[in-house]
């Protein structure tokens, strides 16, 4: 059964590099991560900062957990298990498009309410954008409309309506 790691602050990890012809270890400081069939690791510190700045669009907990809810079909691939070959369908459209448009952005230097470390793959992209969608959801569904509508169907959730509906 996958279990939950809190460790007090970031954490060090030692990692294999190839530099040239040869292999040398560096030290990757993380703040959380999510492993298949594994546990989640999560930064205490983190959490606690995240839950203290709210609206920033950045949340380890929710992004570790994106991570697994991608993993329930054995792959990290930005896409979760869903209902439907047209939902699927949908998802790989708007996906595509919205990781395409970050990347173009940041390209051109231009700032971006969905978090830059998302374009990096597919597995990062949905992790970042499910951040946004639970933490700046009323931006999002301004600036990203079609994004905010397919999370808001998978995650069975409107955010920001429920945002709006407490002021």
């Known amino acids: 059964m996958p279990s939950i790691l809190i460790y007090p602050r970031e954490y060090v990890v030692p990692e294999a590099r190839r530099l040239g ?4 270890v560096a030290a990757d400081v993380r703040l959380g991560e999510a492993w298949y069939r594994g546990p989640v690791v999560l930064s205490w510190a983190e ?4 839950s203290r ?3 920033h669009g950045r949340n380890v907990v929710w992004h570790e957990f994106a991570h697994q809810l991608d993993m329930l079909d054995r792959a990290s ?4 298990p869903l209902e439907s070959r047209q939902q699927y369908q949908r998802w790989s459209t708007v996906m595509s498009a919205e990781l395409k448009k970050l ?8 700032p971006t309410l969905i978090d830059p470390y ?13 951040e946004c969608f639970f933490d700046r959801p009323v931006p999002m569904r301004q600036h990203h409309p079609e994004l905010y509508a397919l999370l808001a169907e998978f995650y069975r959730q409107d955010t920001a309506g429920r945002l709006a509906a407490a002021h």
């Open 77 to 80: 691939d930005g896409t979760p």
């Open 21 to 24: 012809g040869g292999e040398t």
């Open 103 to 110: 990347r173009s952005a940041l390209r051109l230097g231009r």
């Open 47 to 50: 959490v606690i900062d995240d």
């Open 118 to 130: 998302g374009a990096g793959n597919e597995s990062e992209f949905f992790a970042v954008v499910t």
């Open 53 to 55: 700045r709210l609206g």
